[in-house]
């Protein structure tokens, strides 16, 4: 019988890993997986902790990600793309391969971008626009996923839940950086409801008959909704065209056909797109940095908070008194490691 357990960041890191290599993903794969699922549960994201880990381990026992993988960054061609084919294997490799690339092209242009193609992914993106930031750099990310909301007005799964992420850097604060699916809320929300036996809020998603839902279950079969009504379904849209078309890789739909499921990790591509703000604001008006803590002075000064303040928050408990792990979440972490691939379907 497992117990509630509080581990330290590094102890939650060495178990993960360990996990990830007993699936038979090799040192790189699994040390960038790891660090988005840990990154994930330190900052009390659980919708993308380790709760993923059995979505990551099924999706290499159906053959659908290479955990061998060693991502490549492709020769430039001159201009301000720069690709990274992962090679099948996970986003995150690949982002930490073209990283290095991605900052010095900025720093150069003033502008940059970072294609990475044929890659799994599951992850949350603000681990990638808080490690521009973290070099002075503004950014934004983009994926598509898999079909699983209707366009506002329609009555059934098209778009992908497409996560955009923005990541704005500070010299006296961390980041600002906003992280959002484009549906009300993301897939492994519902996940984590259905799995506590909770119902969903209301205006979250909707049956197969375009009816509304609040069952987690039924929800999952038939459609989320976008954030904003039209608004939200236009941003997804953008999203699909940017990050599945426009960098010659899947869209949502075409996404759920290659994997025929939605349990499975989804496969396609991600765009990043990196600023220097003192290029771009060039000698006018100030330090666009200075600039900027006015503005987030501004929104705190009417007792609002920031994005991300929570998670900062959540990441500083975690730092000084580890990461509290339900019991639930040991056993999890206990079968997969005992187990392997044995431990999912
Ligand atoms: P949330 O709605 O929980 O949060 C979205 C953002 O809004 C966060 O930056 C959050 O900051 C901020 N926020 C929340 N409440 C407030 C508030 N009251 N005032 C100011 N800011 C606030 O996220 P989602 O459920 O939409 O998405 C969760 C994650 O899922 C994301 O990280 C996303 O990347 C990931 N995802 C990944 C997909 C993929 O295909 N790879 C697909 C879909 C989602 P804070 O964290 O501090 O609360
Ligand atoms: O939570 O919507 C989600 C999601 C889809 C793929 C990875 N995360």
Same mark, same amino acid.
């Given at each position: 019988?497992?117990?509630?357990?509080?581990?330290?960041?590094?102890?939650?890191?060495?178990?993960?890993?360990?996990?990830?290599?007993?699936?038979?993903?090799?040192?790189?794969?699994? =040390?960038?997986?790891?660090?988005?699922?840990?990154?994930?549960?330190?900052?009390?994201?659980?919708?993308?902790?380790?709760?993923? @880990?059995?979505?990551?381990?099924?999706?290499?026992?159906?053959?659908?990600?290479?955990?061998?993988?060693?991502?490549?960054?492709?020769?430039?061609? =001159?201009?301000?793309?720069?690709? %990274?084919? $992962?090679?099948?294997?996970? #986003?995150?490799?690949?982002? *930490?391969?073209?990283?290095?690339?991605? %900052?010095?092209?900025?720093? #150069?242009?003033?502008?940059?971008?970072?294609?990475?193609?044929?890659?799994?992914?599951?992850?949350?993106? !603000?681990?990638?626009?808080?490690?521009?930031?973290?070099?002075?750099?503004?950014?934004?990310?983009?994926?598509?996923?898999?079909?699983?909301?209707?366009?506002?007005?329609?009555?059934?799964? @098209?778009?992908?839940?497409?996560?955009?992420?923005?990541?704005?850097?500070? &010299?006296?604060?961390?980041?600002?950086?906003?992280?959002?699916?484009?549906?009300?809320?993301?897939?492994? *929300?519902?996940?984590?409801?259905?799995?506590?036996?909770?119902?969903?809020?209301?205006? !979250?998603?909707?049956?197969?008959?375009?009816?509304? &839902?609040?069952?987690?279950?039924?929800?999952?079969?038939?459609?989320?909704?976008?954030?904003?009504?039209?608004?939200?379904? $236009?941003?997804?849209?953008?999203?699909?065209? +940017?990050?599945?078309?426009?960098?010659?890789?899947? &869209?949502?739909?075409?996404? @759920?056909?290659? @994997?025929?499921?939605?349990?499975?990790?989804?496969?396609?591509?991600?765009?990043?797109?990196?600023?220097?703000?003192?290029?771009?604001?060039?000698?006018?008006?100030?330090?666009?940095?200075?600039?900027?803590? /006015?503005?987030?002075?501004?929104? +705190?000064?009417?007792?609002?908070?920031?994005?991300?303040?929570?998670?900062? #928050?959540?990441?500083?408990?975690?730092?000084?008194?580890? /990461?509290?792990?339900?019991?639930? *979440?040991?056993?999890?972490?206990?079968?997969?490691?005992?187990?392997?691939?044995? #431990?999912?379907?």
């Amino acid at each position: 019988m497992s117990e509630p357990r509080t581990m330290t960041i590094e102890a939650l890191e060495a178990r993960v890993e360990a996990i990830l290599r007993r699936a038979g993903l090799n040192p790189v794969q699994a =040390g960038a997986v790891m660090r988005v699922i840990v990154a994930g549960e330190r900052d009390a994201c659980k919708s993308h902790g380790i709760y993923r @880990l059995e979505g990551v381990l099924r999706t290499v026992k159906a053959g659908k990600v290479d955990p061998g993988a060693v991502p490549v960054v492709l020769p430039g061609d =001159g201009s301000a793309i720069t690709r %990274v084919d $992962a090679r099948r294997g996970f #986003a995150g490799p690949a982002f *930490e391969a073209g990283l290095p690339v991605l %900052v010095e092209r900025t720093r #150069a242009l003033g502008l940059a971008a970072l294609v990475i193609n044929d890659c799994t992914h599951f992850s949350a993106l !603000w681990p990638d626009v808080e490690a521009l930031a973290g070099h002075g750099l503004a950014s934004l990310a983009l994926c598509p996923s898999y079909s699983a909301v209707a366009p506002a007005g329609g009555i059934a799964a @098209l778009l992908g839940t497409n996560p955009l992420a923005f990541g704005w850097p500070r &010299t006296q604060a961390p980041p600002y950086v906003f992280d959002f699916a484009t549906s009300v809320a993301a897939r492994g *929300e519902i996940e984590l409801r259905r799995r506590a036996g909770e119902t969903l809020p209301e205006g !979250w998603a909707i049956d197969g008959d375009g009816q509304p &839902t609040t069952d987690p279950q039924t929800a999952l079969a038939g459609a989320m909704l976008p954030f904003g009504g039209h608004k939200g379904s $236009a941003i997804s849209t953008m999203i699909e065209l +940017l990050a599945g078309v426009m960098i010659g890789d899947l &869209t949502s739909p075409e996404v @759920l056909a290659e @994997l025929g499921s939605t349990s499975l990790s989804p496969m396609h591509g991600e765009l990043v797109v990196a600023f220097s703000p003192e290029r771009f604001a060039g000698a006018r008006r100030g330090d666009p940095l200075a600039r900027a803590e /006015i503005l987030f002075d501004a929104i +705190l000064g009417q007792g609002a908070r920031l994005p991300s303040q929570r998670r900062f #928050a959540a990441r500083e408990v975690s730092q000084t008194s580890g /990461i509290a792990l339900s019991a639930a *979440e040991t056993a999890l972490l206990d079968r997969l490691l005992a187990e392997g691939l044995d #431990a999912v379907g």
